[in-house]
């Protein structure tokens, strides 16, 4: 028999069930066992829907109420001091408001405490909460919600199998505080009670617990290497078998180091690494299950069932039951279920699979494989295959004046006429703004009466001359605010706007939509992915007269906002039938478009964001240079179609940067603003060795957090932040967009940052004076 399984699925609920309960959680509409028990109905679900497609386990430990790392930290007891968890921790019993207080600074209960840093998880769009380490840091078994889960599949007949972060992975994802050290000696604190839970797993009847070491996909120092084999020597005495997971890349060399691991099974990202599968048979132990990880858990389209299923016919034969199938990683990452897409084009829907659909096709693969196939299974076979025949030879996939644009591209298109240095002085003269100029990061708070109308417009019942005449009243209220703030350079707060990605792809050609389509980006924040199926086209302006009638309510800068080409591609959901660089590209000649366009009505500062350049990076460093050198190239076509005096912005967020440094110089935006508050200005040890040459804005307060930010904190940040950077290129601004706050926190907290900002122009201005001498 070929066993079927999966590494995780989706947690937030079909219609975002566990976003609304958590949030009202946090609002106190809801009690915390009201939580409690929304949570658990939708475990029951998923374990239902697991079981119903004929999985032989159910996935348990792969729901979080904000991220499975931060599981990971709570269950090792790593909270760190300033939360005030230590009698929670001796006691085995932390809580989930500590948790939430890890996370977002506050929580219904508890003294709020500065967030936990919080950054991209591999390469992907979902974000963990960073472990914090310390020196001689002790560990011990600090939460039991493992355990009470197992028992709830287990009272629900299902069979469970516990997926964990392995501990190296959680070691790796960590970041030293305090004195400098190695993480790695931590480790025996941490296998301590890795070994404690393996134990209690076993006791409670677990046959198999997933350890997922993703890690192992990246480049290793000799010493994690050798880590890992110690390790997974100490844990092999568990009563449980391991089934160690890699994902989202190859083993590459790590290929032998993961075969050798005294593990029962090695499972294998087989879609990233197609090529992989026979070297890791080849190595494997005459006992060891090969789980291959064949459907694609990342992207949404259909699998090819025939052709899986002849290419792995030679391994079934070699290994016969040893032979397990899955997705290549979590379902996580991709929508919860097509078959709810009622509005969707139905040619394009047969094109798709999101994890319901994943967990048949499977399953189907399994029997199909083990020669158990059902009529089911040969129906969804024929239907796979039809799917994918009308896909290749659609003709809504290709635009031949895209290509022909494209082809004609040059060297010089992707260059501004003057550098840095002559452009600044040409957009100092046009902007006149002062030292230290504030501005924001784009979005203001999306209220409910912006949903709402947006809801009614969407609906029918608010037609579109009463929809926009209500988004010219929230942009008009936008701007009046910020003039009053003292804002320097202004954004029109994207009222319109749904989201950063979605809103751009409803008006461009090659893009289609879903109406359930989320997906969690981080803690109750879900995205709506766009489904990229053709080549892009843009057919209109998409931006343009939002922007002209903002800037037409003031007399001071107005920044156009757009979201760049790598990010768009990054936060899609893109086709696979051809490269993504090219698909790249295409977006970025679109946004081009735009760009002119902008200029032409009189934006002089336009801002590209770019926060996902960072997320796309490949995992091996050997592919750094083609990835960079596209992704560059692509924002650069985007932006340098414009005159010297317009200035060109972007942003970056919860990403690490440093290594990349040069790239993102290389983008040559005039100002880049970049998160660095929660990381404390963490950032800026980049500039020890590297001379940035344009300038920057590092966000100065976290605007994940509903705390208000201190003036002096804010102060010290960036005089900090001046040592690196000369202040005449810097800027002062919160660290992301606003537009998951409420006008109550954002307003005293631009408030204190233009204080902050007021008061670095004097200190600056009393430096000058003869005589100063800095105390």
């Known amino acids: 028999m070929t066993v079927s399984h999966i590494l995780g699925y989706p947690r937030i609920g079909a219609r975002r069930e566990l976003k609304t309960a958590t949030e009202a959680y946090w609002k106190g509409e809801i009690d915390l066992a009201t939580l409690e028990q929304t949570a658990k109905t939708l475990r029951a679900e998923h374990w239902q829907a697991q079981s119903e497609a004929g999985l032989d386990f159910v996935s348990v430990g792969d729901f979080a109420f904000y991220d499975q790392v931060l599981n990971v930290s709570v269950l090792l007891g790593a909270v760190p001091e300033r939360f005030n968890a230590a009698a929670e921790v001796e006691q085995g019993s932390v809580t989930l408001d500590t ?17 936990c840093e919080m950054t991209k998880y591999f390469d992907t769009n979902y974000h ?14 600090a939460c039991h919600r493992l355990f009470d889960e197992v028992a709830e599949a287990q009272a629900g007949g299902f069979a469970p199998k516990v997926a964990l972060t392995g501990p190296l992975t959680w070691l790796w994802l960590g970041k030293e505080k305090g004195s400098e050290f190695d993480r790695l000696a931590l480790l025996d604190g941490v296998l301590d009670v890795y070994a404690q839970v393996l134990t209690r797993l076993g006791e409670q009847g677990v046959k198999w617990a997933q350890l997922n070491e993703p890690a192992l996909v990246q480049d290793l120092p000799a010493e994690w290497q050798q880590a890992f ?7 092999q005495a568990a009563p449980v078998k391991l089934l160690l997971a890699t994902y989202f890349g190859g083993l590459g060399d790590n290929l032998s180091l993961a075969a050798r691991l005294p593990v029962a099974g090695l499972h294998v990202d087989a879609v990233r690494a197609p090529g992989e599968l026979d070297h890791v048979a080849d190595r494997l132990g005459p006992h060891q299950v090969l789980s291959a990880g064949v459907i694609d858990g990342r992207n949404v389209w259909r699998a090819d069932l025939a052709a899986l299923r002849e290419r792995l016919q030679p391994l079934k034969a070699r290994l016969g039951d040893r032979l397990w199938l899955s997705p290549s990683c979590s379902l996580l990452h991709v929508p919860v279920d097509v078959s709810a897409e009622t509005d969707l084009d139905a040619e394009l829907k047969s094109w798709l699979a999101f994890a319901r659909q994943k967990l048949d096709e499977t399953v189907a693969l399994a029997r199909l494989l083990g020669g158990r196939a059902t009529a089911g299974d040969e129906q969804r076979l024929a239907d796979a295959t039809r799917a994918l025949d009308a896909r290749r030879e659609s003709a809504r996939i290709h635009q031949p004046a895209v290509a022909t644009r494209l082809a004609v591209v040059s060297e010089t298109d992707s260059r501004r006429a003057a550098p840095y240095a002559g452009r600044a002085r040409a957009q100092r003269e046009a902007l006149s703004l002062p030292l230290y100029p504030t501005t924001t990061i784009g979005s203001f708070p999306q209220t409910g009466d912006i949903r709402a109308a947006r809801r009614a417009h969407r609906s029918g019942e608010l037609d579109t001359e009463d929809y926009e005449a209500r988004m010219r009243r929230e942009i008009a209220y936008a701007v009046e605010r910020q003039e009053a703030l003292g804002l320097d350079v202004l954004v029109h707060g994207e009222a319109e706007r749904n989201d950063m990605v979605e809103y751009f792809g409803e008006q461009l050609g090659g893009f289609a939509f879903t109406r359930l389509g989320w997906v969690q980006s981080y803690g109750s924040r879900c995205v709506k992915p766009p489904v990229i199926f053709g080549d892009v086209t843009r057919p209109a302006p998409m931006t343009v007269r939002w922007s002209e009638y903002a800037q037409s309510l003031t007399d001071r800068p107005m920044k156009g906002m757009l979201t760049g080409p790598v990010t768009i591609l990054q936060w899609s959901f893109v086709r696979d039938d051809q490269p993504r660089e090219i698909t790249c590209r295409q977006i970025a000649l679109a946004l081009r478009d735009e760009v002119v366009d902008l200029e032409r009505a ?9 926060p996902a350049l960072r997320e796309g990076l490949p995992l091996r460093r050997a592919e750094w240079q083609a990835y960079l050198g596209w992704a560059v190239e692509s924002f650069r076509l985007s932006s340098s179609g414009v005159a010297d005096a317009t200035q060109i912005h972007t942003h970056m967020c919860y990403s690490e940067f440093n290594d990349i440094i040069g790239a993102i110089a290389a983008l040559d935006a005039d100002v880049i603003t970049i998160e660095t508050s929660r990381s404390d200005m963490e950032l800026l040890d980049a500039f020890k060795d590297f001379d940035y040459p344009n300038e920057i804005g590092p966000g100065v307060y976290d605007i994940h957090s509903p705390n208000l930010p201190d003036i002096d904190w804010m102060v010290a940040l960036m005089e900090k932040a001046a040592e690196r950077i000369p202040a005449e290129r810097l800027w002062v601004n919160p660290d992301c967009g606003l537009k998951t706050r409420r006008w109550e926190e954002v307003e005293p907290a631009l408030a204190n940052m233009v204080k902050a900002a007021k008061t670095l122009r004097e200190r600056a201005e009393a430096s000058r004076r003869p005589g100063f001498v800095k105390v």
């Open 99 to 115: 948790a939430f207080r890890m996370a977002r600074g506050r929580a219904p209960s508890g003294e709020p405490a500065a967030a």
């Open 128 to 141: 963990y909460l960073v472990p914090e380490l310390h020196e001689d840091q002790t560990f011990r078994l």
């Open 229 to 235: 084999e110690r390790a997974y020597h100490r844990l």
């Open 602 to 610: 009189g934006i002089k500062a336009i801002q590209i964001d770019e």
